[in-house]
């Protein structure tokens, strides 16, 4: 009996990866596929171009290593120094803009430093070192940690030296704010992440607004020097169609409790208007 | 305790609806660990009877290392295997990163150890037994290792269903190799890590829940058609 098992195993591991038609892989961050515009994306994309999208959900920093390595066609991230970075290596072709959302600054509702009647982003950060109130970071040196890195940096602070409630967690978005609502500490989230999440607790949403909180989306075709597998044509494909009207509508289209999170914002050629 | 009544729920509705994705992830998290386990079986097995019946230089060095590497790291047994297979490393020409075939080498590696490890334990007081009868009967080492591997075969199932164990439940290390690539490489587990990353706390429960209603049913079917734990038998 136990050989009928064991050639039944084996033949599972041999009848396997078919069924392949269209498929490119793309890195993006934890942010996108969190905020649920993923799955209103992925089978438009499909409809429209045939191209069966793999994501491959990871932080920044992660993503592009992937595609440094090859081991993706295309990236779609948030951290603009290191888009540009992994521009001038050569890793990518090039970096076009496709959309942005915003970060907004979340804590607990009773509001212990008070920056929910902060006049600037920088302001409410002053506000939650002072108080020395728990604040939750991502620590992983995603796009989100970096942004948050980059307000610290613009009070003239640095998290290491920062005291014993500055919390890097080293996590994705959601695991971070599990770790917030759990401790009922201040975290920077992006809005989408946020509005998306199933486990609020007692935090809410204390404020957000200013531009320097704006998340810039970019879509990266990985280089196709890296080797033959890089199906650098799908990703021109999809770059064509993240930048057209088809794209627009549903971006600006994609709402959740009564607010739109991602603001389309690519320029577009006459050719991906000649797309839709 | 809401959560948990929550993730009970969402495991009925998941089971009773016959929710297509859920079936979808869990057939391909037993399409993968069973595969794992075959192989395992295949390299450890014959392994933990060959450490059993031939005396050798550093058989007492490779039996520690086989115990020590029980508790191999998943994650960083991804990390390496990650390394290997991509595009940038010595095997990234086979292009199987991000395959569930990537996902079932990391999981050999990880439950190999356990299982000749546990496998070995057993087959060495088999062999205490039966070593003077077949060094009287003047067997051949092939015919030694084959003996001890049928007589204890229900010792090994044992050593099986502990590596069928670790392998199902694991989530490091497939996450790297797998990247949980919806309707290609996720996994009940990955997916389950996914739910709490979003904070939907019932529904990773509720496959949780699934997850371990599958883990019982399968050592129940394979005690059920090695016909284990009956009258008869011992």
């Given amino acids: ?276 | 305790m809401t959560d948990l009544w929550g993730g009970l729920y969402a495991a009925a509705r998941l089971l009773i609806t016959l929710d297509p994705d859920l079936i979808e992830i869990a057939l391909r998290s037993l399409r993968v660990t069973l595969s794992a386990l075959a192989i395992a079986c295949v390299i450890a097995l014959p392994l933990a009877a060959l450490l059993a019946v031939r005396r050798f230089r550093l058989r007492r060095a490779t039996i520690a290392i086989l115990n020590a590497l029980m508790g191999l790291p998943p994650v960083v047994v991804g990390l390496v295997v990650y390394v290997l297979l991509s595009r940038a490393g010595p095997l990234g020409v086979l292009g199987l990163l991000f395959t569930p075939t990537a996902m079932i080498i990391a999981q050999v590696i990880i439950i190999v150890p356990l299982v000749a490890s546990i496998a070995h334990q057993s087959l060495r007081e088999l062999w205490a037994e039966y070593h003077d009868l077949l060094i009287s009967l003047d067997t051949t080492q092939r015919q030694r290792i084959a003996t001890l591997l049928w007589d204890g075969r229900r010792s090994l199932l044992t050593a099986a269903l502990a590596g069928f164990g670790r392998a199902i439940g694991e989530v490091g290390a497939i996450m790297v190799v797998g990247g949980n690539i919806d309707h290609a490489t996720r996994v009940m587990t990955t997916a389950i890590a996914l739910e709490t990353g979003k904070g939907n706390f019932a529904l990773a429960l509720g496959l949780g829940f699934v997850l371990i209603a599958l883990a019982i049913a399968v050592n129940l079917a394979i005690h059920w058609l090695s016909r284990t734990e009956r009258g008869q038998q011992w």
Avoid: C
């Fill in chain 1, 1 to 276: 009996m136990l050989k009928h098992l064991v050639s039944a195993a084996i033949a599972t591991v041999l009848i396997a990866p078919l069924a392949h038609a269209e498929a490119m892989k793309m890195a993006v961050t934890t942010s996108f596929e969190n905020s649920g515009l993923a799955e209103v994306l992925l089978p438009a994309i499909k409809e429209d171009t045939g191209i069966d999208v793999q994501l491959l959900v990871v932080g920044t920093g992660q993503a592009l290593r992937l595609g440094e390595a090859g081991d993706v066609d295309a990236v779609l991230v948030h951290s603009k120094a290191a888009e540009e970075k992994f521009v001038a290596d050569g890793d990518a072709t090039h970096r076009r803009e496709i959309m942005y959302n915003d970060f907004v600054l979340i804590g607990p509702e009773d509001d212990p430093a008070g920056i929910a009647e902060s006049e600037s982003a920088p302001a409410a950060f002053k506000a939650i070192a002072e108080t020395e109130a728990p604040f939750v970071s991502r620590g992983d040196d995603s796009g989100t940690n970096k942004k948050e890195l980059s307000l610290w940096a613009a009070i003239g602070l640095k998290p290491d030296a920062l005291g014993d409630w500055y919390k890097p967690v080293g996590a994705g978005m959601g695991a971070a704010l599990n770790t917030a609502a759990g401790i009922d500490a201040y975290i920077m989230s992006d809005r989408a992440s946020w509005l998306n999440f199933g486990n609020k607790g007692d935090l809410a949403l204390l404020y957000s607004g200013d531009p320097l909180l704006f998340n810039q989306y970019a879509y990266l075709p990985v280089n196709p020097d890296k080797g033959d597998h890089i199906r650098n044509d799908l990703a021109q494909n999809l770059e064509e169609w993240l930048t057209s009207d088809r794209a627009k509508e549903l971006i600006d289209g994609y709402r959740i409790a009564d607010q739109q999170l991602f603001t389309f914002n690519a320029e577009q050629t006459d050719a991906s208007q000649a797309a839709e």
